[in-house]
């Protein structure tokens, strides 16, 4: 038995976290889209930055639900070894995003925020995705690649360069995922 064990935990270890789900990720991508959409409209910082902040609460809830669906219909958890990994690779980035933003928001420099945004979750995408499929991590570091520009393009395109990332990214990746590696 005990050998048995050691086998299994040995697999577990050896395996990558492969419920990263596809379908979750075109419905976070047109959420995004309909946000940069509002957004755009808002008359106020403050009006978009509620606006992408409601956008992310709703992201997260879709891309927690569909990838714990996609781990039970593959018979594990988010929280299997593999899954563990790739949360604990993927949480802090977004942790430090969100202190960041509120330091941000409250110094009234809402421009630095889509730089901010999309290169922490790139990073986080990116450590996360070391557990993970291949494609992950380079679905990652185009997060960061759309990160620098906004990060040090003119403000003006902040909104366009969200709806390209948290939008389209995750939904050209999210498909790729779901044709490649189901769901």
């Excluded at 959409?37 to 930055?49: H, I």
Aim: with cysteine; net charge positive.
């Amino acid at each position: 038995m005990d050998d048995l064990s050691f086998i299994r935990r040995t697999m577990e270890h050896a395996t990558a976290f492969t419920a990263v789900p596809g379908w979750g990720g075109v419905a976070m991508g047109v959420t995004a889209l309909a946000a940069a959409t509002l957004a755009s409209r808002g008359a106020t910082p403050a009006e978009w930055l509620a606006t992408w902040l409601i956008a992310s609460a709703a992201a997260l809830l879709i891309g927690g639900w569909a990838m714990a669906r996609k781990a039970r219909h593959a018979g594990t958890t988010v929280f299997s070894y593999s899954g563990r990994r790739f949360v604990l690779g993927f949480l802090p980035p977004l942790a430090v995003g969100a202190l960041l933003t509120a330091a941000v928001a409250r110094a009234g420099l809402y421009q630095a925020l889509p730089g901010t945004w999309l290169l922490l979750y790139g990073a986080g995408v990116v450590t996360g995705g070391a557990f993970s499929l291949r494609i992950v991590p380079i679905m990652g570091v185009c997060f960061v690649v759309l990160g620098v520009v906004a990060l040090f393009g003119p403000p003006a395109w902040g909104n366009a360069l969200m709806a390209a990332g948290f939008g389209g990214l995750h939904i050209v990746f999210g498909l790729l995922i779901a044709r490649r590696y189901g769901g």
